[in-house]
Every structure is written in C-alpha cells, then in structure tokens.
C-alpha cells in the first residue's frame, strides 16, 4: 500500500461546470477525510466518513457539494456549478477511528482551478 | 473565530539551533493535538501528536509540549537541520478519529 491516492493531481475547470474528484485511502483505514486548503490558510475540514457513513459535514460544505464513500473504501467528492471561489487545494486523508499516536495521513491532493 | 491560532507566519534558525514553533487555541474540548510538516505541491506530513492527559511527547529530533491551563502547545526541533525547512501546522480535535482544525502555519526555513 503506497498510502492515499488523489486523482486527478491537477483540474481545470470552466466556471459554472461540475467536477469530481477521487480518493483512494490506505487499506486498512475506516476513516475518510476531505478537507480544502487555500493560500495562505490551513486545511479546512468539509466531512469525514466512518465506511460508509458519513458522521459530520462542515457548514463550508455547501449544497453544492457532496461526498460519498459508496463502500466504505474510495471516495469521490463532486462540486457542482463551480464558482471562482472554489478554486483550492482538496486534500484528502485517511485513518483508523481513535487512532492517536498515527496521525491522519494526507494524499497529495488535488488542484482546482476555476476559470 | 479561529480556534487553532499561529501567531508566527515565520521563523528563521540556523543549522544545529533549536527551533521552537508555537500554537494557541481556544476551545476547551480539542483533547487530541498534532503537528504536520508541509512541502509545496505535496500533502501535510504527520510528524508527532499529543493527547491531553500528557504534556509532552517526543520522538527523535521532535518534541510536542502541551500547557493545557495556558492552551498552549509548542514544538521543538534540535538540532535544526535544513531539510526540516517547510511549512508547519498546528492542528486540534475533540477526539482522536474526529475532524482536524488546523492553524495557518508557521514557515520555517534553515540555513546551513
């Protein structure tokens, strides 16, 4: 297991253009995290997923946006209609539930750009 | 209202020295705590973490001190070394397993 995956590493996209990105965890991992990083700011946390289910969605993750973890492995979030403003980094992590002294791990993350 | 706050956006140190990269936050309940290393283009790195019946951890070069009266928690780095030379974050939860609230970061750069 080479760790998560992110694809695509890089997106452009025409405003107004839906896009969807995907996340492959480590194996062994029952949680599932999307976050979003712009310049100059930390990781901002959008929803986590336990398998499946998903246990909590930030108030950043508007009805534009939606995640989904179908079987508790991969996941794919879809930004719909995009807007400028939603051009970032999302990163994507994995871990095990209560995991303390691991950490959660990071993919490389995918590039949005709206124009 | 930012929960989990780094004061310093830099810090410049010299090989061998000590690096010393602190972090506030304000919410009582955050009881697990973690500091992550950040290359450009690259994701955050997980480097070391704390929970709040300890205060203090360390492995290797890396040492987290937790205050939990002051909220306040710090990461040493000695010797300094210039591949240590990123981007550094704080982050916080409620729980271990839970969703992460990051500081802004904190850019270190070692000089040889």
């Known amino acids: 297991d080479t760790g998560v995956s992110q694809d695509p590493r890089h997106k452009i996209t025409k405003r107004g253009q839906n896009v969807t990105f995907r996340c492959d965890p480590i194996s062994e991992h029952n949680r599932l995290y999307w976050y979003r990083q712009t310049l100059g700011q930390g990781p901002e946390f959008l929803t986590y997923f336990q398998n499946e289910a998903q246990l909590e969605k930030s108030r950043l993750l508007s009805d534009r946006f939606s995640a989904e973890r179908p079987k508790g492995s991969f996941s794919t979030l879809e930004i719909q209609r995009t807007e400028q403003g939603d051009s970032a980094m999302y990163l994507c992590?994995?871990?095990?539930?209560?995991?303390?002294?691991?950490?959660?791990?990071f993919g490389s993350g995918t590039r949005l750009t709206v124009v | 209202d930012q929960q989990v706050k780094q004061n310093s956006p830099s810090l410049s140190v010299q090989e061998g020295r000590i690096s010393i990269l602190n972090c506030d936050y304000t919410n009582s309940m955050f009881d697990y705590f973690l500091w992550y290393k950040k290359y450009p283009a690259e994701g955050p790195t997980f480097l070391i973490s704390i929970s709040s019946i300890k205060d203090k951890n360390e492995d290797g070069r890396f040492t987290v001190f937790l205050n939990k009266s002051a909220k306040h928690l710090s990461l040493h780095i000695v010797p300094s070394q210039p591949g240590d030379s990123a981007v550094y974050f704080c982050?916080?939860?409620?729980?271990?397993?839970?969703?992460?609230?990051f500081g802004k970061g904190t850019t270190l750069s070692v000089s040889s």
């Open positions: 982050a916080a939860s409620a729980q271990a397993g839970t969703a992460l609230i």
């Open positions: 992590a994995s871990s095990l539930a209560l995991a303390t002294s691991s950490g959660y791990t």
